[in-house]
Each structure stands twice: as C-alpha cells, then as structure tokens.
DNA sequence: TATTTTTGTTAACAGTGTTAACTTTATAAG
DNA sequence: CTTATAAAGTTAACACTGTTAACAAAAATA
C-alpha cells in the first residue's frame, strides 16, 4: 500500500520535530524551544510544526510523557532487586534521585520547573501509573510493619512530595545535581520508613 | 526642598508599578504580567517603566524579596509563642504551610513555579535571613536530644526541601490549596523530628 | 531669560505563538 | 493519461512579547 509509506513519511516528520526540538531544550533549555527554531532546525516552515503537534505545549507535553515512561522504567528496574519491604522504598527513592539527575531536562518538563500552564501539561495519566508502582513498595512494607491505620495514599503522596522537594530545591540553584543520592535524602526517606513502621 | 517633593512622586510612580503589577499578577497570574499591561494600568508609556525598574523581571524580584520577607515575619511569629526544640519545628512547619496557603502567588514567584529564569530572580539574600531562623529550632532540638552527629545545616535543607515538596506537588495540580496543614505533612515533620532526635 | 537636565513620548527592532489564504504537489477518479 | 480532488507546505499577517534608540516636552538650574 502507497499509504503506509506516506504515513511513514508523516512519522519520520514527527520524529525529526521531536528530534530537533529535544537538540533546543538540551543544549538551550526548554524555555529558548520556539516553533520558528524548530522550523529552521527541521527546513520547514513553522505552520508545517502544526500539522504534527496542535500547539508549542503538546511538543512539551511529548517530553513530559517521555519522561515518565523513563522514570517508572528506572523504578520499576530498581524494584527487580527481589527486596521487599522498606528496602523497596529505598530503592525507589534512589532511583527516583538518579532519574532526576540524569534526565534533567526532562524532570523540569514533567514538574513544570518553569513551565507556564502546567496544568496543561501534566499528563496525570502517566503519573499515575508509575504512582501505583511505588504504592506497592509503600503498601508492602506497611503490612509487613502490620501497619493497618496508616493510609497508604497519604504515604505515597508524603514520600513523592519528599523526593520532589530534595530535586526542586537542587534544580532551583544548581542546573547539574549529584548522580548520587545524598545523605540529607537518605536520611529523610528513613525518617519517611520510620512513619510507616512506628507511627500507628 | 524640591528635591524630596520630586522623590516622592517618583516613589509614588514606583509603588503604582508596583501595585498594579500585583493586581495583574492575582488577577492573572504572574505568567500574564507584561510591561505594556503595567504601561496601561498606570497610564504611561511602556519605556518609563524602565526608570522605575531595570526589566520586568526585576518587578518579579520584587514580590520574591516580598514573599521572603513575609514568611520570615510569619515564621518569627510562630516562634514568638515561648516553645523549645521539637514544638519550634512543628509550629515552623505550620507557619511555612499556611504562608504559602494565603500567599500563593508570592510562593510561586519565591521558588520559579513557572519561573523562566529562576536564576536571576532567585534572591539568596532573602533566603539566608529565613534560613538562619529555622536553623535555630533544628539546632535547639539537636542539643536537646543532645545530636551532636547530625549536621544542623544538612537537617535544615531537608526540613526546607520536605516542605517545598509538599507545597509544590500540591500547587501543581490545584491552584488553591488548604489553610490548613494537612496530616500528611504533620506525619512528615514527625519523621523528620525523629531523625533530629534518634539518628545519630 | 537661556541652557541644561530630566521625564515621558513615539517608533522601531527582534522576537514570540498561531492562523488565514494561497500555491504547489501528490493522490484518486474518470 | 488527463482531470478533479485532497493533502502538504508555503508566505503573509495578526496580535502579542521585552527592550531600546531617538526625539519632544517639561522642569530645574545657571
């Protein structure tokens, strides 16, 4: 069929967009990303960007996307450890560090470090589905504590909240964080542990 | 003299800037704050507003240093109350809390919530003056559970970092958020009290 | 009163996202 | 294979943005 071929050209387009406009954000920041700069990046002219994307965001909300998928791959892989229970929780929360340290761009789409209209962008859907993984960890060492009062979304809400805080703190001065995780996180998330096991 | 009558008017000209650039800003959002709508608002030209201020984001810095000074006065009166150690912490917690519940938009200017440039706006000086009060309620508590390990200024970041997560994650989602402080923070300033007073 | 300084203006530059109108190219039908 | 139709991509424009240079009007100084 002549259509698939078509339709094939219609995606490497796409791909170039997304190619082009992931060259911008990482060498420009997400903020200096323009429909004109990716239409001179792909030789197109700048309505061409909208026949593939509805607007600037959705090529934004594309990273956004993109980067939870790549986070909830980097936790999902740090729970294949076989560990149960808290060490599950550290795991993530280590996991969590690396991603945002490696992917910093893309954390700064998805937590709308200096995005507009986030609202728009946050895609709840992915957040939620790599929230449910880190609930399992959370609910897992609740009940190996018999912990049974303890909310778990309130928990896992508390610890994301946390991870989030260490990183937003970082990324506000610092454009580079630490690939390792540092000892204050460490610390906090073992405060975290401490209200799962003991605080009934 | 003359002089001072022609100070004043120019002090005048600034606080109108000033407050009309807060009217847009809690009207629309600081992402809608332009100069030519500042322009319109006081009835002069866009240019003179540069007499007044280098750009427009040396008028965002303005609410940041605001919103610091503001927290700051909120956070001193927590501490006004005669409590020690650990009750500081918590009633700081509240009081950060509850700023950022009544001075949402001031909270998001303080900490580039959409910020572009957080870099330039950022202004540490502020910081430092907040930072140095909450650093004396962990210190207290430290030398009452008598933690001589724990370092006071690495506690200091993850109480701030723990806070800031709770208010952001919240703030990304609903624009509003409650007065009151939630349990789940509660049970994170409790974690974060026990690794002041057991994690040595 | 004449001169200098300050104040505020208009006009412009160089950008931004987005869309309407038009042309060119490719596909489908006769 | 030509013609009608649909899609792709273009230019030009609209309505904005921050910022600045050049100029006019008003005030302060000599």
Redesign the interface.
């Known amino acids: 069929m002549e259509q698939t071929r078509r339709e094939k050209e219609i995606q490497e387009l796409k791909e170039l967009i997304i190619a082009q406009s992931w060259l911008i954000i990482k060498n420009e920041g997400w ?1 200096a990303l323009s429909i004109r700069k990716i239409a001179d990046a792909i030789a197109y002219s700048s309505p061409t960007i909208y026949k593939h994307f509805e607007n600037k965001e959705a090529i934004l909300a594309h990273f956004s996307k993109e980067g939870y998928l790549l986070l909830d791959q980097a936790i999902q892989e740090s729970l294949n450890n076989a560990q149960k229970g808290e060490a599950q929780v550290r795991a993530i929360a280590k996991a969590y560090w690396q991603f945002a340290a490696t992917h910093v761009h893309h954390y700064r789409i998805m ?9 728009t962008i ?1 895609s ?1 859907y992915e957040m939620k589905i790599t929230s449910s993984h880190i609930l399992e960890a959370i609910t897992n060492t609740l009940s190996i504590a018999n912990n049974s009062i303890a909310n778990e979304h ?2 896992l ?2 610890f ?7 990183i ?2 970082e990324l ?2 610092n454009n580079d964080i630490s690939k390792q995780i540092p ?3 460490e ?2 998330v ?3 542990i ?2 799962l096991k003991y ?1 009934k």
Do not use: R, Y
């Open positions: 903020q937590f709308g470090l200096g995005i507009p209209a986030c609202e946050n709840s309130q928990k809400k508390t994301w909240s946390m991870l989030h805080g260490f937003a703190i506000l001065s000892e204050t996180v610390d906090a073992e405060g975290f401490f209200t605080n």
